[in-house]
């Protein structure tokens, strides 16, 4: 069951599932690059001051399940999150721009959806089902 926060004059329980792809679906998010992606985007969410309950990949998209407050705007954390991983990435991996020209490690879309308590256990079940397809 989703935490209960308490803020000053608000109650708040706020829960997201987000999935964006590699830029044109190649499959990158292998062994050493998806555990460094792991690191990254943890440290994101420790910077931005929201937590990542759950994530997953597969070869070519990620998943990942987050807690936020109310202040947080989506597309502030979603720029954070695909925006920095791409740059530290392509820094410390430069096989991938041989991979994915045009200097761009993420496609521009994302999914997004509000979790609630009637659905947040279907949600995980999905995320951690990812590498069993």
Same mark, same amino acid.
């Given at each position: 069951?989703?935490?209960?926060?308490?803020?000053?004059?608000?109650?708040?329980?706020?829960?997201? =599932?987000?999935? !964006?792809?590699?830029?044109?679906? =190649?499959?990158?998010?292998?062994?050493?690059? /998806?555990?460094?992606?792991? /690191?990254?985007?943890?440290?994101?969410?420790?910077?931005?001051?929201?937590?990542?309950?759950?994530?997953?990949?597969?070869?070519? =998209?990620?998943?990942?399940?987050? /807690?936020?407050? @109310?202040?947080?705007?989506? @597309?502030?954390?979603?720029?954070?999150?695909?925006?920095?991983?791409?740059?530290?990435?392509?820094? &410390?991996? @430069? &096989?991938?721009? &041989?991979?994915?020209?045009?200097? =761009?490690? !993420?496609? @521009?879309?994302?999914?997004?959806?509000?979790?609630?308590?009637?659905? &947040?256990?279907?949600?995980?079940?999905?995320?951690?089902?990812?590498? /069993?397809?």
């Amino acid at each position: 069951m989703a935490n209960v926060y308490y803020g000053r004059g608000y109650v708040y329980s706020i829960q997201y =599932h987000i999935v !964006w792809c590699v830029k044109y679906r =190649h499959k990158i998010l292998t062994n050493q690059i /998806e555990q460094r992606l792991r /690191e990254i985007l943890n440290n994101i969410a420790e910077n931005n001051k929201f937590k990542i309950l759950l994530m997953n990949t597969d070869l070519d =998209h990620i998943h990942l399940l987050i /807690e936020c407050s @109310p202040q947080h705007y989506i @597309p502030n954390i979603i720029k954070a999150l695909k925006g920095v991983s791409a740059r530290l990435l392509l820094k &410390e991996f @430069p &096989e991938l721009k &041989e991979k994915l020209w045009g200097g =761009h490690l !993420w496609n @521009p879309s994302y999914f997004i959806a509000t979790v609630s308590e009637n659905t &947040e256990e279907q949600i995980k079940q999905y995320i951690l089902s990812q590498k /069993e397809k």
